[in-house]
């Protein structure tokens, strides 16, 4: 299987689309928003993709923002890879894309912000030299008992 590792162009939209949706996510969505990224600061946003035979197999969402403190930092988010290519160094491939890109547009950093349970994505990181600089807390308090 020929897979090649490239920044998406609009002419990839519909298959991006497709590609969240069979991941069962919503591209509209994804595009809109990021919990990174401190409000109205992004100044970039791209995906870095994985294609074989015009089909999008595995996609990251690049944002480019910058932070006070320490200038340029791209965040890195919805980070997904077909099943069937899960085992295969592809996820490796996109992150050193991601890298290339960071490099290339003289970042300070990169982050990224990954679910304890994803085990498999923060071993990806690790391999590729981030490393953790917190863990964080979710805490919600509910008021109503869910009627499901």
Partial sequence: ??????????????ALERFYSREGLD??????????????????????????SDMVVASLKLDVANDPKIGEVGYIQHFEIEDALE????????LQKAIEIADN?????????????????????????????????YLRRNFRPSPF
Wanted: hydrophobic fraction near 40%; proline fraction near 1%.
């Fill in 1 to 14: 299987m020929d897979i090649k590792v490239r920044i998406a162009t609009a002419a990839d939209r519909a």
């Fill in 27 to 52: 591209f509209q969505s994804l595009s809109s928003r990021n919990s990174l990224v401190p409000a109205r600061t992004s100044k970039e946003t791209m995906y870095v993709i994985a294609v074989s």
């Fill in 105 to 137: 547009k003289n970042l300070r950093a990169l982050d990224a912000s990954v679910s304890e349970e994803r085990a498999d994505v923060i071993k990806l990181y690790a391999d590729s030299e981030f490393d953790e600089v917190r863990k964080d807390v």
């Fill in 87 to 94: 085992q295969t160094d592809i996820g490796l491939q996109m």
